[in-house]
Structures are given as C-alpha cells and as structure tokens.
C-alpha cells in the first residue's frame, strides 16, 4: 500500500517563521518590474504599464490591485498626481493603494472610500474604483453594500473576473452552521455566473472556487475537518461534476492569457488533489508553475506556502 499524502500544510504559528510567500503578480513579469521600480520611487513603468493596458479591465484590475499593495505605493501615486495632476491611473493607483492601507488597518476605511469615489468620477467607465470599494467592503461593509457595489462593477464589466471571487468569497460565508448543503446560495451564485457568460470565460471555475469557499467556512465553524483530504466535501457527486465540467472546461479553453488565469488553475488543482485525482493535478501544477496563491492553499488555517508545495510535490511525485 502506498504511504499517505502529506498534509496539506503546517500550522500557521509553525511554519510562518520561514517567509515564503507568493507574489500576487503571478506570472505578469511586467507588472512585477513596474511594482519594483515603483516601490523605489520611479512611477514612469507604473503609468506606461497602465497607459498599454487600456480597457482590458480584468489586467487593469488586477494590476492596480497589486501595484497599490506596497505601503510606498500612496506616496508614490500622490508624487505622480503633482507631476500629472487629474491623472485617472494615478488616482485609481492612490485609490487602490488606500484600500490596501486600511485592509491593513494603516488607513481610515472613510479615506479609501473617498479616494475611490474620487476616481470613480475621473473614469466612469472603469470598474476598477468599484472593484477597490468591494475588495473593502468585502472585510469591513455590510451585505447591502457588497451587493451595491458588486452591481456597480458588473454594470461596466459584467464577467469581472475578481470581483466575483469576492462576492463568492462572501456569500459563502453566510450561514456558517448550516452545514453542507449542496443548495446553500453561493452555489447557485456561481452556477449563474458560469451559465450567463461567454463559453471561453474563466467564469466557468466559479463554481469550484465556491465550493472550496464554503469549505473554508465550514471548516472554521468545526463542521468539517481542517484537513482538506481529511474531509469529504469533495467526494460528493455534485462536487464531482463541478470539478469535471470546471477540468473539462480547461482542457478545451485553457485561457492561458487571461491575468488571472493561475488563480484558477490553484483552485482547479486544490480540488483535485482533495478528490483523489493527483494525475489530473499534476497536469494542474504543471501549468501553474511556481504561481501558487494564498487562497485555498490557506483554508481554512494552513501556510498556503507549505500546503501548496506538499500537494504539488505530491502530485508531482517529488515527495
């Protein structure tokens, strides 16, 4: 018989001590070079990466998410503004780097919201502002306002790929001992997603990213185990034709340029690996690369770090 998986991670108090961390650039080289020179006080890569991205609102999103994570990063975005002064990108860098503040708790929530509505009006046509308000009311704004914000980023961009992350991250949060029921909310949130956009959308994984989601709640509240291969949330049948038609859905799309591609990817190859399908994670893992992502490699308290490298050696048949 073959020895047992390892866990899928230490806990967090344990293995915290080494530092390993992922880059929430992901595979983006571009974004990850501008961040650099940014955080050194040279903002001209930031306005030029911003400037060459455009439109496509889920990269600009997720690279204005990522450049206002650094504390430099508001200084630097008000620097910007008195050398180009209206500026839309550097007020949405300002924006974004306040939010990042006050999830930290180094910033007022009111500041950040003001920064945000600030440019909100520059740009009305970018949900990006929008997506900054609901990545903080998501931890510190009521349901109504999750749900009006949600809203206002869908009206601009209905298949925003992170802002439903978010709103899945939320719902699945509500009822937290209702126990495992396959007709719980955010599922039917994330069937609808998947249904109402376009076939090559990444939406098409929302419902896998919902039910590891709703693991993540259930495993905090005790009612479930807080070892994923320990549970058996991912052995059901309609856990098992989620995750077949979310693989199947890769396999045919793949979406390789999509900026958040390797998000999914680490939810795809979380779930098979707590099924029991380490061929088909490995494949995963593959692609992913050294991409890994705090979410769900974390749920519901590991070391993602840990908890990701043990699957994927694993998987791998390094380990």
Avoid at 124 to 132: C, F, G, K, S, V
Avoid at 283 to 292: D, E
Wanted: net charge negative; glycine share 6%; hydrophobic share 40%.
């Amino acid at each position: 018989m073959s020895p047992p998986p390892p866990p899928l991670g230490r806990g967090r108090r344990r293995s915290a001590r080494s530092g390993q961390t992922f880059d929430p650039a992901l595979d983006d080289a571009e974004l990850g070079a501008a961040r650099a020179q940014l955080t050194q006080g040279r903002w001209t890569a930031a306005h030029k990466l911003l400037a060459a991205t455009g439109d496509d609102w889920d990269r600009r999103g997720h690279r204005l998410v990522v450049l206002g994570e650094p504390a430099s990063s508001a200084a630097w975005a008000r620097d910007w503004l008195l050398a180009d002064p209206g500026s839309p990108d550097a007020t949405a860098l300002l924006a974004c780097a306040g939010v990042s503040a006050a999830l930290r708790g180094k910033e007022h929530p009111d500041r950040a919201r003001t920064a945000c509505r600030a440019a909100a009006e520059l740009a009305p046509e970018d949900p990006t502002p929008w997506l900054a308000m609901l990545l903080l009311a998501r931890s510190l704004g009521t349901e109504e306002e999750v749900v009006r914000l949600f809203d206002e980023v869908r009206a601009r961009h209905p298949d925003h790929h992170h802002a439903h992350h978010l709103m899945a991250a939320r719902l699945a949060e509500r009822h937290p001992d209702a126990g495992a029921d396959p007709l719980h909310e955010v599922y039917d949130f994330a069937a609808w997603a998947a249904e109402q956009a376009p076939a090559d959308s990444p939406l098409a994984v929302l419902p896998v990213v919902a039910h590891a989601e709703r693991y993540r709640v259930l495993a905090a509240a005790g009612s479930e185990p807080v070892d994923p291969l320990a549970s058996g949330h991912w052995s059901g049948r309609r856990a098992r034709q989620v995750m077949k038609a979310a693989f199947d859905w890769w396999l045919e799309w793949e979406r390789e340029d999509h900026p958040r591609n390797r998000v999914d990817l680490n939810f795809l190859a979380h779930a098979k690996f707590c099924e029991g399908r380490p061929a088909e994670a490995a494949a995963l893992f593959l692609r992913i690369g050294p991409h890994g992502t705090p979410g769900p490699w974390s749920y519901p308290d590991q070391d993602p770090y840990d908890a990701f490298h043990a699957a994927r050696g694993a998987a791998l048949g390094t380990v």
